[in-house]
């Protein structure tokens, strides 16, 4: 009988930065989703969530990548993605 191996073995080797990112998506797709039943709230709710967790990696990739490009490129879509929520 062959079983997979542990979460914790499974990431071995791979950067602080690299499972935060894996952590960040993972805890999205635990989160749960209202639904109102309204297409345009649950859009609205539902995008904002994302918009949030693509904050947070970006926040991650801020802290840890070494990329002046994605940095940049993290920063400005921290700057849109604060506005889209509101």
Do not use: Y
């Amino acid at each position: 009988v062959q079983t997979k191996p542990a979460a914790s073995h499974a990431m071995a080797g791979h950067s602080k930065g690299s499972m935060e990112l894996h952590r960040i998506m993972e805890e999205g797709k635990q989160r749960p989703m209202p639904m109102s039943g309204d297409v345009d709230q649950d859009f609205a709710t539902m995008m904002s969530m994302h918009h949030e967790q693509a904050i947070k990696m970006s926040d991650v990739l801020l802290q840890h990548g070494k990329s002046p490009e994605l940095k940049e490129l993290a920063r400005k879509m921290q700057a849109s993605q604060r506005e889209e929520i509101k």
